[in-house]
């Protein structure tokens, strides 16, 4: 950046605010699970890469689900599908570190919820990230959203 507040290469005008989504997590969360983090999931910048981290909630989440009786495909006779999902980063990871996965369900609609969840190393408890992933109920079999499960919804009271 120049004194001008342009980028060097090009001469265009910089951006002063950077958009960020802030993520509010709740004050506790019913699961937890550590997973470690392997070479595989080390970008060139030499730490956790982005697109692994995902990777490693999507596992916290099928983890999640067996702790409670489910699979992804069924969770009291419906199944889910991801809709979005958000993450915050907080700081770098490295590969040996084992990251504690803690989520909760909260903010339910008629066919979905979120899935909230806070990213820690092990060690040191550092938060590497926070997060969250909408899921939507889905009735495989007729191919169209299915309302929340009243039995998964009761699982998490507000």
Avoid: W
Avoid at 22 to 50: K, V
Wanted: aromatic share 12%; charged share 25%; with cysteine.
């Amino acid at each position: 950046m120049n004194r001008r507040g342009r980028h060097p290469s090009c001469n265009a005008p910089l951006v002063a605010i950077v958009a960020k989504i802030r993520i509010e997590l709740p004050d506790r969360f019913g699961f937890s699970t550590p997973i470690a983090i392997y070479i595989n999931h080390i970008n060139y910048g030499n730490h956790l890469d982005n697109a692994a981290l995902l990777a490693l909630v999507s596992e916290a989440r099928v983890r999640f689900f067996k702790s409670l009786g489910y699979s992804e495909l069924d969770v009291e006779g419906r199944g889910i599908i991801v809709a979005d999902a958000a993450i915050q980063y907080r700081s770098e990871a490295f590969h040996g570190e084992v990251l504690v996965f803690e989520m909760t369900a909260g903010d339910f609609s008629k066919y979905g919820c979120d899935l909230l969840y806070r990213v820690s190393e092990q060690t040191s408890v550092r938060e590497v990230a926070r997060g969250k992933t909408g899921i939507m109920f889905f009735d495989y079999a007729a191919r169209k959203p299915a309302s929340v499960p009243t039995a998964f919804r009761e699982r998490f009271p507000t």
